[in-house]
C-alpha cells in the first residue's frame, strides 16, 4: 500500500468515527480545524495590525494643544502684568522642569514609561480585568498615549479614538525622544484651577516658576493628574482630600521603589499646602493698558508681526516699573479724581479723563503710562490715543526750530532773547493763511523776549515766531524731536499749526520732550526689553529686539537753549508754578486749547520726562467736550490738574532717588543737524520782512553778540529780565519787561477780515487752532 493510500485511508477511517459521534459533538471543530482557524485569524490580525499602523498617520496638533497664553512682566522680570489668551498655558522645555517633578509624574501614571514601547500591554489588560471586576473605570494608558490623546486627538471616550491613540502611541514613541514625549505630556495636561501644563500649574498652585518645584510640591502636581479638580485640597470635600493625599503618597512610594528616590529622602518629604486659588490675571485696572503699550510697540516696531503674537505663548518682560506705575494711578486719584462729583456737577464732572506717560531721557525706556481708571470699564488706551491736540506744549518746538534757523527767512536772528510784540490778537504777518491768535484773558504783554514769552505763554508771539522760522522747519523739528510724522494738525500750510493743533499722543509727546531733556539726542520710546517663546518641540524663539541707539534730532545748544528756557515755565510766576512743589530742578510746558478741550503739561527733571493730557469725551459720540466747570472750576488750564497730578507722580517716581541738576551747554553753538539756508523767501511765497515791529510783530533785533541762552550756572543776572527759573528770582517788572496789561492804551492793529483757516483732519473734521496756554 502506498503513503498516499495510507493517508487516505486514515481520513476515511476519522471520518467514520466522527459519523459514529453524536450530534452535538460532531458540530465542534476538530483541533485542527481550530488550528487553522486561528492561525489565520492571527495573519489576518497581524496584517490588518501592519496596514493600519502604516496607514494612521500622526496628525498636526490639535488647535486646543497649542494654544497658549502671552504673559507679561514688569521691569522686574517676575511681577505680572497679565495673562492673555483662551487658553492658560506656558511651554516649558523639559530641562526647566525638576527631575524630581518629571519622576515623580512617572511614579504615579505610568511606572514603565521609560521600558515601554508607548503602550503597555499588560497594563491595558490589567485594567480591563479591573473595570471587569467592578474597580472602576480603569484606563491602563501610557504617558505616550496620553500625551497623544492631549496633544494630537480629542478626550472623547470612543472606540476609533483609542484605536487611532495606541497606533499614534507606537509611531511617536518609535519617533520622538522619552523626554520631547514627557515634555509634551506636562506641557499639555490639565491640572486643574483652569492651568495647563506644569508652568501654569506652578504658578496656580504654589505661585512659583516650574523650575521652582519642591519634591513634594511636584509629587503633589504629579497627583492632580488623576483627578484635578477634585483633588485639589484647597477646594476638595474631606474624603476627596484624602484620596488626594493617598494619591500624593502613591507618588512618592513609587519613586522610592523605581530608584528615584532614598526611603529616607521619602520619610522627610511633608505634604506642600498650596495657596488659595487666586482670580486669573486678566486685563482689569491698569493691565489692559499696559498689554496694549507692550503690543503696539511690538508690532511697529516690526519685532513680531500680529498673528504671531496673537498665536500666544510669548513670555514679554515689559519695561513697566511696578513701583512707578501705581504711582501715576495714585496722583491722578489724589489729585483730580477725588476732586470729581459726578453727582453734584454731572454734566461737567463726568467722563473727564487723563492720558500720561513717563519715559526715561537717557534711554526711551516708558516706565509707565496712564491709559485709563481701569481697562475692564474704559478698554480706550487714552495713553496711545492721536486726537487730542497738544495746544501750547507745541511752542517749545517753534522755539527749537527758529534757534535751528538761528535767523528769520529774511535775515534776523532769533535767539531766546530776541523780541517780540505780545500785543494779544495781533495778526501775524508772512503766514500762509490769516491768524490772528487771542493771549489767554487777552492780555497784552507789550515787546517781551522769547524767553518770557515761553513763561507766560504768550499765543501773539509764538505764532509770528513758527513763523519766522519757516513753517516747514517747525514741522520738520517735530518730526526730528518724536512727534509721528503721521499725526494731524502739523501742515505748513496752516498758520495756526504754532500754537499746537498737532494731536500726537502723550506717549509720543513724552518722547519728543525727553529728547530735549536727553540734549537732542533722541530715543523712540520702548516698552519691552525682552521677548521669548518655547515650542511644543522645546526649541526656544527669541526674537531680535530693536537696538535703542539714541539719533541726532538737534543740536545739543539748541535742546539745552530751550530746556533753560522752559525751567522759567516752572517758577513762581510761569504758568507751570505748581510744579515748584516738585523740589527738584524742572523744565516744562503748559497747554490749553482753544474752547478748553483740553489741557497738558509736559515737563522732565534731568532724569525723567513725563506727560499728562486732560479732556472730556462724550462716550456715546465721542465728541470732545470742554473742560469748563470740571471741578467746579470756570476754566482748566494746564497748569491746574495736569500740572499737579505731573508733580504728585514724579515726587513719588522720583522718591528716594539723588536730585540733578541741569548740565546745560547754551550759546550760540553749532544748531544742530539742518540743510535750511538761513535766509530766503517764506514758504508760501510772501515776505516776512515787516516796516515796524511796533506794529506787526516782527521780532527786535537784539545785538549780535548777545547771548542767545545764557547757562544758568553762571554768576550775574540774566540779560532777560523776564521770568526765570526758579535758580533766579524774578525781578521787579520794569520800562524795560513792561508789565502786561489786561487793556492797552495804544491803538490795536487791524484784525484781519476772514478768520483764521481751519486745517481740515483726515476724517474732515476740521482741526481748529489752539492759541490758548
Do not use: C
Not at 482557524?37 to 496607514?55: D, E, K, P, R, S
Not at 490769516?434 to 487777552?442: F, G, K, L, Q, V
Amino acid at each position: 500500500m502506498t503513503s498516499s493510500t495510507r493517508r487516505q485511508a486514515k481520513r476515511a477511517a476519522r471520518r467514520e468515527a466522527r459519523r459514529a459521534l453524536p450530534l452535538w459533538r460532531r458540530l465542534l471543530p476538530t483541533w485542527r480545524v481550530t488550528l487553522g482557524t486561528l492561525t489565520a485569524l492571527l495573519l489576518l490580525a497581524v496584517g490588518a495590525f501592519a496596514v493600519l499602523y502604516v496607514i494612521v498617520p500622526v496628525p498636526d496638533p490639535n488647535a486646543h494643544a497649542v494654544a497658549q497664553n502671552n504673559i507679561y512682566l514688569y521691569a522686574d522680570g517676575t511681577t505680572e502684568i497679565a495673562r492673555t489668551g483662551a487658553v492658560n498655558r506656558t511651554d516649558v522645555t523639559i530641562d526647566q522642569i525638576p527631575l524630581q517633578t518629571q519622576q515623580a509624574v512617572v511614579s504615579a501614571e505610568d511606572r514603565t514609561f521609560y521600558q515601554n514601547r508607548g503602550i503597555d500591554l499588560k497594563g491595558m489588560l490589567r485594567a480591563g480585568w479591573n473595570t471587569l471586576l467592578g474597580k472602576g473605570m480603569q484606563g491602563g494608558s501610557t504617558i505616550t498615549q496620553q500625551y497623544v490623546k492631549n496633544y494630537y486627538l480629542t478626550q472623547d471616550q470612543t472606540f476609533e479614538r483609542k484605536g487611532r491613540e495606541l497606533f499614534i502611541a507606537l509611531k511617536v514613541d518609535q519617533q520622538r525622544d522619552k523626554k520631547d514625549i514627557l515634555a509634551g505630556y506636562l506641557n499639555s495636561s490639565y491640572f486643574g484651577r483652569g492651568a495647563y501644563g506644569v508652568q501654569s500649574a506652578a504658578h496656580a498652585y504654589y505661585g512659583v516658576d516650574a523650575s521652582q518645584l519642591t519634591l513634594g510640591q511636584g509629587a503633589y502636581l504629579a497627583s492632580l493628574l488623576q483627578a484635578p479638580s477634585l483633588y485639589d485640597v484647597r477646594t476638595a470635600t474631606p474624603a476627596n482630600r484624602e484620596k488626594a493625599i493617598a494619591r500624593w503618597n502613591y507618588a512618592l512610594d513609587g519613586m522610592v521603589q523605581l530608584g528615584f528616590l532614598t526611603t529616607a529622602d521619602r520619610n522627610a518629604t511633608t505634604f506642600p499646602d498650596p495657596i488659595d486659588p487666586q482670580p486669573a490675571t486678566g486685563l482689569a485696572g491698569q493691565a489692559g493698558y499696559l498689554v496694549g503699550v507692550a503690543d503696539d510697540y511690538l508690532i511697529s516696531s516690526g519685532t513680531i508681526d500680529a498673528a504671531t503674537l496673537k498665536a500666544g505663548g510669548w513670555r514679554i518682560t515689559t519695561t513697566f516699573e511696578k513701583p512707578r506705575q501705581d504711582a501715576f494711578v495714585k496722583a491722578v486719584q489724589d489729585e483730580l479724581t477725588g476732586e470729581l462729583d459726578p453727582k453734584a456737577r454731572p454734566t461737567t464732572d463726568t467722563d473727564v479723563r487723563v492720558a500720561g506717560a513717563s519715559v526715561e531721557p537717557a534711554t526711551g525706556r516708558v516706565v509707565a503710562v496712564y491709559g485709563g481708571p481701569d481697562y475692564a470699564k474704559q478698554p480706550f488706551n487714552d495713553a496711545l490715543r492721536q486726537d487730542n491736540q497738544i495746544g501750547s506744549t507745541f511752542k517749545p518746538i517753534d522755539l527749537a526750530a527758529g534757534l535751528i534757523a538761528q535767523h528769520t527767512v529774511d535775515g534776523r536772528p532769533i535767539t531766546t532773547e530776541t523780541r517780540y510784540d505780545g500785543t494779544s490778537e495781533r495778526p501775524v504777518t508772512g503766514g500762509p493763511t490769516p491768524y490772528a491768535p487771542p493771549n489767554e484773558d487777552d492780555i497784552d504783554y507789550g515787546n517781551i523776549t522769547l524767553r518770557y514769552a515761553m513763561a507766560k505763554s504768550v499765543n501773539s508771539v509764538y505764532a509770528q515766531e513758527g513763523v519766522d522760522a519757516g513753517l516747514a522747519r517747525v514741522r520738520d523739528t517735530a518730526i526730528r524731536l518724536g512727534i509721528p510724522d503721521s499725526v494731524r494738525g502739523m501742515d505748513p500750510a496752516n498758520t495756526s499749526m504754532t500754537l499746537g493743533t498737532a494731536t500726537p499722543s502723550a506717549l509720543d509727546l513724552a518722547g519728543a520732550y525727553a529728547t530735549l531733556a536727553n540734549h537732542g539726542q533722541a530715543h523712540t520710546p520702548w516698552s519691552v526689553q525682552k521677548l521669548e517663546r518655547v515650542n511644543p518641540g522645546g526649541a526656544v524663539d527669541v526674537p531680535k529686539m530693536p537696538d535703542h541707539k539714541a539719533t541726532d534730532a538737534i543740536g545739543r545748544t539748541v535742546a539745552d537753549s530751550v530746556t533753560d528756557v522752559l525751567r522759567g515755565v516752572v517758577s513762581p510766576r510761569g504758568t507751570g508754578a505748581a510744579a515748584l512743589d516738585l523740589g527738584r530742578p524742572a523744565a516744562g510746558k503748559t497747554g490749553t486749547t482753544d474752547a478748553n478741550l483740553s489741557a497738558w503739561f509736559a515737563g522732565y527733571t534731568p532724569e525723567l520726562t513725563t506727560t499728562v493730557g486732560l479732556f472730556r469725551e462724550n462716550p456715546k459720540n465721542h465728541a470732545k467736550e470742554p473742560l469748563a466747570g470740571t471741578a467746579g472750576l470756570t476754566r482748566i488750564n494746564g497748569g491746574a490738574f495736569p500740572t499737579k497730578i505731573w508733580t504728585d507722580y514724579m515726587t513719588a517716581a522720583l522718591g528716594g532717588t539723588p536730585t540733578q541738576q541741569f548740565d546745560l551747554q547754551t550759546g550760540h553753538g553749532d544748531p544742530g543737524p539742518d540743510s535750511w539756508p538761513t535766509t530766503g523767501a517764506p514758504t508760501n511765497g510772501s515776505p516776512s520782512a515787516t516796516p515796524s515791529s511796533a506794529t506787526t510783530g516782527a521780532p527786535v533785533t537784539t545785538p549780535s553778540h548777545a547771548p542767545s541762552a545764557p547757562a544758568t550756572d553762571q554768576p550775574g543776572p540774566r540779560p532777560d529780565p523776564g521770568v526765570p527759573s526758579p535758580q533766579n528770582p524774578q525781578p521787579t517788572p520794569s520800562q524795560d519787561q513792561p508789565t502786561p496789561s489786561s487793556r492797552p492804551t495804544q491803538t490795536r492793529p487791524a484784525r484781519p477780515s476772514d478768520p483764521p483757516t481751519a486745517t481740515a483732519g483726515p476724517t474732515g473734521t476740521a482741526v481748529a487752532p489752539a492759541p490758548a496756554r
